[in-house]
């Protein structure tokens, strides 16, 4: 039986998501600073400090800081202006902006790398003996061509797979796989089944950093609200 390619576990910018709804419902904003460009916000929960954030601009620049970590982006002018906006922000524009950091923005990403692996291997295994068309659906398939699928597979399971959370452990193991010996007229291109796998996209924008950019975009909302409007997130 072939694996469904599908994504089992959520994207940090998910989490991020999820994570922020449950915290930020009771937030409350303490203007400290407002000077034209160079301003100076507090945001915390009212009944405890957790989850607190300090948020600072100065032309063309905004920082955030405290519980939530340290990041600085720089772009427009104002920049309140620029993270400000309803819906989730545009989490990957917005990582290009970043100036510093305190830990960097992505990071690898074992769940890319599991579905790329999938990806790959449920590619390949369309191909017909001859290589020439896709083949149509799963009964089509020769029972011999079924065996040699389901073995390759357990391969990929034990010694690609059980390394994904190891960046290079995994790689090596992608790079070091071998199916030479599954290589007959039942399976002819075995050998090139991760022969695409260095195009892809293995690393993901932190859990961290995309916090810190709902709690920038959440800021600036309510900064700029009108009086008496909470300014909360969407």
């Given at each position: 039986?072939?694996?469904?390619?599908?994504?089992?576990?959520?994207?940090?910018?998910?989490?991020?998501?999820?994570?922020?709804?449950?915290?930020?419902?009771?937030?409350?904003?303490?203007?400290?600073?407002?000077?034209?460009?160079?301003?100076?916000?507090?945001?915390?929960?009212?009944?405890?400090?957790?989850?607190?954030?300090?948020?600072?601009?100065?032309?063309?620049?905004?920082?955030?800081?405290?519980?939530?970590?340290?990041?600085?982006?720089?772009?427009?002018?104002?920049?309140?202006?620029?993270?400000?906006?309803?819906?989730?922000?545009?989490?990957?524009?917005?990582?290009?902006?970043?100036?510093?950091?305190?830990?960097?923005?992505?990071?690898?990403?074992?769940?890319?790398?599991?579905?790329?692996?999938?990806?790959?291997?449920?590619?390949?295994?369309?191909?017909?003996?001859?290589?020439?068309?896709?083949?149509?659906?799963?009964?089509?398939?020769?029972?011999?061509?079924?065996?040699?699928?389901?073995?390759?597979?357990?391969?990929?399971?034990?010694?690609?797979?059980?390394?994904?959370?190891?960046?290079?452990?995994?790689?090596?193991?992608?790079?070091?796989?071998?199916?030479?010996?599954?290589?007959?007229?039942?399976?002819?291109?075995?050998?090139s089944l991760f022969t695409d796998f260095w195009d892809r996209s293995l690393y993901e924008l932190k859990f961290q950093v995309a916090l810190q950019l709902l709690a920038m975009q959440?800021?600036?909302?309510?900064?700029?609200?009108?009086?008496?409007?909470?300014?909360?997130?969407?």
């Open positions: 039986m072939s694996p469904v390619v599908e994504q089992t576990e959520k994207s940090n910018i998910d989490k991020a998501l999820a994570t922020f709804v449950g915290f930020s419902d009771d937030y409350a904003l303490r203007v400290i600073k407002d000077d034209g460009l160079y301003r100076h916000l507090a945001v915390r929960r009212p009944k405890d400090s957790f989850y607190s954030f300090q948020i600072a601009t100065w032309p063309g620049h905004i920082a955030i800081s405290g519980d939530l970590g340290c990041l600085v982006l720089s772009r427009e002018e104002d920049m309140l202006a620029f993270v400000a906006g309803g819906g989730a922000p545009d989490f990957q524009y917005l990582a290009q902006k970043v100036q510093a950091s305190d830990g960097g923005t992505r990071e690898w990403s074992p769940r890319l790398f599991a579905e790329a692996v999938k990806s790959d291997y449920a590619m390949h295994i369309t191909e017909t003996d001859d290589g020439a068309e896709p083949l149509p659906d799963e009964d089509e398939k020769s029972d011999e061509r079924k065996s040699a699928e389901a073995a390759i597979w357990a391969r990929i399971e034990d010694v690609v797979l059980d390394d994904a959370e190891d960046e290079h452990a995994a790689l090596g193991a992608v790079q070091a796989f071998e199916t030479t010996d599954f290589e007959d007229e039942t399976l002819p291109y075995a050998s959440w800021a600036a909302n309510a900064y700029r609200a009108e009086p008496g409007d909470p300014g909360m997130v969407a």
